[in-house]
C-alpha cells in the first residue's frame, strides 16, 4: 500500500518570508511524486513532479520541492512567499494504473 | 494543455434521484479518472479507465457507477444520490502514454444532495 502524509493541514506565514510545506510518502518503488495547487474555487494546478531524473525540482512561480529517499520526503519550499501563494498545496503521489494518491493537504495563509 | 470539460458545473439534487456527471476530453488520452474532494480527505479515487469499456474501482467507489463508450466521455452515475454524496468531482485525464508527464483536472462539479 501507498500514502501520502502532509505534516501540516495549515500553514501561514509573512509575505516575503520563506515558504515550508511538509510532506512524507510511504511507498513501496520507486515514486513519482507531484505538488499540486488550488485556489479558492478553482481546479487544480501542477507546480512541479520528481521523476528520479534530479532530486531537486524547480517548478512554477518559484516553488521547488527536494525529494530525499532516506528520509521518504518531498517538502516543498520558496524563499520569499507572496500574497498570490494563498492557496492549498496537495502532495501527489503515483501507483499502480496511474492512480494518484493524494495527501489531505495544506493550507497555505499569506499575511502582510 | 488537454482539452478537458466537466458538465454541470453545479448541480442540487435530491436525495434518491439517479445524477450523472459527464467528462470529456479532446485529445484522445487513454487514462481518465473521477475523484471526489471533501474536507480534511483531499481527493479520493472513485473510478479510473484505462480505455473505451475498460474501467476499475478506486477507493470510494460505493454508489457510483461509471461508463466510458467512447474515448473522449466519461461519466459517472450516482446511482440513488444520498446526502453523503454533496461534494466536489474532479475528472482527471494522464497528460502521455506514461506517468511521468503529469495529470491534467477539470474544472470540478459541485454536487449537493438535498
Known amino acids: 500500500a501507498q500514502s501520502v502524509t502532509q505534516l501540516d493541514s495549515h500553514v501561514s506565514v509573512s509575505e516575503g518570508t520563506p515558504v515550508l510545506l511538509r510532506c512524507n510518502y510511504s511507498s513501496s518503488y520507486s515514486p513519482s511524486l507531484f505538488w499540486y495547487v488550488q485556489h479558492p474555487n478553482k481546479g487544480l494546478q501542477l507546480l512541479l513532479k520528481y521523476t528520479s531524473a534530479a532530486t531537486l525540482v524547480k517548478g512554477i512561480n518559484g516553488f521547488e520541492a527536494e525529494f530525499k529517499k532516506s528520509e521518504t520526503s518531498f517538502h516543498l519550499t520558496k524563499p520569499s512567499a507572496h500574497m498570490s501563494d494563498a492557496a492549498e498545496y496537495f502532495c501527489?503521489?503515483?501507483?499502480?494504473?496511474?492512480?494518484?494518491?493524494f495527501g489531505t493537504g495544506t493550507r497555505l495563509q499569506v499575511t502582510l | 494543455d488537454a482539452g478537458i470539460t466537466q458538465s454541470p458545473r453545479h448541480k442540487v439534487t435530491e436525495t434518491g434521484t439517479p445524477v450523472t456527471l459527464r467528462c470529456h476530453q479532446t485529445?484522445?488520452?487513454?487514462?481518465m479518472y473521477w475523484y471526489r474532494q471533501d474536507p480534511g480527505h483531499g481527493l479520493r479515487l472513485i473510478h479510473y479507465s484505462y480505455g473505451v469499456k475498460d474501467t476499475d474501482k478506486g477507493e470510494v467507489s460505493d454508489g457510483y457507477s461509471v461508463s466510458r463508450s467512447k474515448t473522449e466521455d466519461f461519466l459517472l452515475t450516482l446511482e440513488s444520490a444520498t446526502s453523503s454524496q454533496t461534494s466536489v468531482y474532479f475528472c482527471a485525464i494522464r497528460d502521455s502514454g506514461t506517468a511521468v508527464d503529469g495529470y491534467t483536472f477539470g474544472s470540478g462539479t459541485r454536487l449537493t444532495v438535498v
Open positions: 501527489v503521489l503515483t501507483g499502480t494504473a496511474s492512480k494518484l494518491t
Open positions: 485529445e484522445n488520452h487513454r487514462y
